[in-house]
Each structure stands twice: as C-alpha cells, then as structure tokens.
C-alpha cells in the first residue's frame, strides 16, 4: 500500500501508520477480509486525495452551499447518534454545481470525524414537500458511496422521511448499489413511526416532533450546544429564585455594576461553598463514578476527566450526580465555560469561571426538577482559552473576555452521556461496580468481539501450523527409523 504512496496524501498514509482505531474500522466494516479491507483503503484513500478532504473548509467552499441549508449535522437519535440531515427540497441538479455539493458533504463527514473522534453517524433523508425535480440519483449515490466505500464503519442507519411515491423507482436503482448490510440499514419512515428512531426533541414539527432549530448560517452549526449553560445556580438546596437571575444576568451578557458585584460575590460563595462541602460531595460521587477517572483527554489548556463519557444511572436507580475534574496545565489563568443540548435538565457547578496555573477543579453536574433523566442524547461542550495574568477573573472580565477572544484560540471539548439500563441484572451491576470497570457501549463490544475473532483466528492457525509440524516430525520420524533398520539388515543380515 505505501509503495503508492504518491496516489494518496501523505497525511492520510501517516495518520494510518499511527491509528490503530481506523485501520480497526476499516477491517470492521470489511468483516476482517484483509484483502476487502485493503482495497476500500485503496479506494477511500484515492478519493480523499481528489477531493482535498485534508484540506476542505469553511473558506474554501462558496457560502451559498452553506446557506441554502441542505445539508448540516443537528441533533441526535434515539440511541445517541448524531444526526446528519439532508434536506432534499432544498437541492436542485445542476451538473455545474455537482462538484462542490459533493465536496459540501465530504467537508461535512470530514469535520465530524475529526471533531467527534469517528463516533458514527444516522443520515436522515427529509423528503418532505419534494417532488420529481428534486430527483437527482448521482448526487444520492454519492452520499451513500462516502459511508459504504470511504468512510469506515460511520454509517448507522438511513431514515428516509415520507419518500413520495414517484420516487419508489428510483430508490429501488439506490437499493442495487447498496450491500446486504448498507440495505438492512434504510428505515423508510412517516409521521407516525419517525419516533421509533429519533425522539421528538429532535424532529421538527412538520415530523411531528418539538424541535424549533432552525437552520440559519453563519456561524456553522455547533453540535446542538446553542444556549450557554452559564453559571445556573446551586446543585439542591440554594433559593430557586436567586438561581433564575443568575441564568438571566449571564445569557444578556450584560448587567449594571452593581448587580455585576453581587453576581460575582455570589461565585465567590458558590466556589468557597463547593470548596467546604467538598468532601461531602465528594464522598457521593466519586465512589460510583471512580470508573469515570480511568480515562483523561490531554488538552493543550486543559487535562479533562474523565475522557469521553459522563455515567449517569437510569430514572429510576440512576445516579444524579457526575463529577468532570479539570487540570490548567498551562503557566496562565485559563477560563473556561460549559454547555450542554438540554440545559433545562442540568445544573453546572462552576460553568463559567476560571482555574489557576498548575491547579485541578472540579465540576459537578447534576440533574434537577421531577422526572428528569439523563439520555443518550445530551452532550456537554467545554469551552477553554488562556487569559493575560493582568487580567482579573471576576464576572465582568470573563464576560468582556468571551467577547474579545479569537475562535481559534479556544479549545473545545465534547462529552456524551452514557446510561446504565434500569433494565439490567442487579448482579451484574454490583460486580461491575465492585471491580471499577466502566460500562461497555454495543461498539466497544463490537470492538472486542472483533479483536477476540482475530486472536482466535491467529490461534487457530498457530494449532494448525503445529500440528502440520507434528505430523512431519512422526513422518520424519518413522523414515529414519525405517532408514536404521534398513542399514542394520543390511550390516548383520544374513549373507548368503
């Protein structure tokens, strides 16, 4: 494969002699067939070299693909999965414009991909309100090549939203390029059964959900994290009311001097409370949650952990409480903030404030109101970038900052919930808790079970190649002793 290097680019060719997790999903999505596995390297490597994936962004495609709104990643299925839309109402062909829509989507894919570490996508189809004109077969192909030719195991699932019937011809040519697997993956969908695979929050009324996202651009959209989850008040026994100004006074970013002393006054309360209480707290959390800890993702401000997943329990057995411990590994005051998709579930606890140089703090999120539970869905976003040592860290300069400091100078980092079934076995929950280890996803079992096969498969071969050894060594073996014998007749044979 490297020996035609120069068909690929170079980057690509590196990042697959480092990531163990993308060859891993290539051989995956190839049922472990090696010589399957190499040529879909071949060819998704050949594509990304034609298409510049490497180097496609914002700046290098015409605005107008982003603002008619056709295709964008919003929201989340039911089992956690990003959404990837497209709305085909809005696409027309044109064979001149053909190029850049293709290079819009592998802008799309490239940008999650590296943005959620290859966590794997649904693509919604929305037909809704189309018709014939909107028929355009080549570009459909495209969309369904990237997952099943150049994007490895990042396909979940095809949800076609009310396909007219005019287009039951045309899908049918669809269903020809696809394989079993990509087939058993369409879920042809209407008002009434949409829901068993993308719940209500994320469906926008015409689907018969409660979503009021509207597509607009720019900014590009940020992964669903649209409303700050500011500083939101105390975790269970602070006065309610004095939580809701809090929320108020940081989403108007603004406030009078005086309320901005009180506001500021009351971090200070809330950190020195969170500091007194910590053991208390402490002694609630961390013990269920010592398995959150095994993983840090190592940024260049921050060390957060832990690394992917906050757990938290099911509605009815579930924990309430996470911790997420941050690490300024820098020489500077770092401020950071937090966001989450469903800010009417959580309370953050600091969400906007500051960590010293060389210092650790720590975070608690933790559900409030009846009936709230978390759900595969919700995303955290931290938010983090360094501050001048001049600078205070009081309200005021950490709204005045936020507003001033470049994007590019922000790190950003997700985390997703992860949900222990109510549903499973006391027994099991108790071991698992008793050995710290962390609940494993239906794609990290995959993983397993593949890595299993392929030890098994090694060994088997080993087995093989040792009794083949062993049968030539009894072979070998029975010659020479038929050999000796021979030569000893030979030697002491009768003469005659």
């Known amino acids: 494969l490297l020996d035609k290097s120069d068909k690929y680019d170079s980057r690509d060719v590196e990042r697959l002699q480092q990531d163990d997790k993308w060859i891993e999903n290539y051989l995956i999505w190839r049922h472990d067939v090696v010589d399957d596995t190499l040529k879909m390297i071949d060819e998704s490597f050949q594509w990304r070299k034609e298409y510049t994936v490497n180097d496609l962004s914002e700046s290098v495609l015409p605005k107008w693909l982003f603002e008619i709104g056709a295709l964008f990643l919003h929201g989340y299925d039911k089992e956690g999965y990003k959404l990837f839309w497209f709305k085909v109402k809005h696409h027309t062909r044109d064979p001149k414009q053909q190029l850049e829509k293709k290079k819009l989507v592998a802008f799309w894919l490239e940008h999650y991909a590296k943005r959620d570490h290859g966590k794997p996508l649904t693509v919604v189809f929305d037909m809704a309100e189309t018709g014939i004109s909107h028929i355009d077969l080549d570009f459909v192909r495209f969309i369904v090549n990237c997952f099943t030719d150049y994007y490895p195991n990042f396909l979940t699932k095809i949800v076609i939203f009310e396909m007219p019937w005019i287009m039951n011809a045309a899908f049918k040519i669809v269903k020809g390029w696809l394989g079993p697997d990509a087939i058993s993956m369409l879920k042809f969908t209407n008002k009434n059964d949409v829901q068993e695979y993308i719940s209500g929050e994320y469906l926008p009324p015409h689907m018969g959900g409660t979503d009021s996202f509207k597509y607009s651009y720019p900014p590009l959209v940020d992964d669903d994290f649209q409303t700050p989850l500011c500083e939101n008040g105390p975790i269970t026994s602070e006065d309610e009311h004095e939580s809701k100004e809090e929320i108020d006074a940081d989403t108007k970013e603004t406030a009078e001097p005086n309320e901005e002393q009180n506001l500021n006054q009351k971090k200070m309360n809330s950190i020195e409370q969170i500091s007194k209480s910590e053991e ?62 469903a800010p009417e579930k959580y309370r953050v606890k600091p969400s906007n404030s500051s960590c010293e140089p060389g210092t650790s703090l720590d975070i608690i999120v933790s559900l409030h109101g009846v009936g709230f539970a978390a759900s595969l869905q919700d995303r955290f976003l931290i938010m983090a970038a360094e501050m001048d040592q001049s600078s205070g860290a009081g309200v005021p300069e950490l709204t005045q900052f936020w507003k001033e400091v470049p994007r590019t100078k922000v790190m950003e980092h997700r985390l997703r919930c992860h949900v222990v079934e109510s549903s499973k076995p006391s027994s099991l929950t108790l071991k698992e808790n008793a050995f710290n280890v962390p609940a494993k996803t239906n794609e990290d079992l995959h993983i397993q079970l593949t890595r299993l096969l392929q030890i098994n498969k090694r060994l088997q071969e080993q087995i093989d190649r040792c009794l083949w050894f062993q049968q030539l060594s009894v072979v070998l073996s029975l010659l020479s002793v038929t050999v000796v014998a021979f030569c000893f007749y030979l030697a002491y044979g009768p003469r005659s």
């Not at 959150?292 to 579930?318: D, Q, R, V, W």
């Open 280 to 341: 208390t707290d402490k002694t609630e959390i961390k013990p269920k949650n010592a398995k959150k800890a095994l993983t840090t993702f190592k940024g260049p401000l921050l060390h957060i952990s832990p690394a992917e997943e906050l757990y938290f329990g099911s509605k009815e057995t579930g924990e309430k409480k996470c911790l997420i411990v941050l690490t300024n590994v820098t020489k500077n005051i770092v401020a950071f903030k937090v966001r989450t998709t």
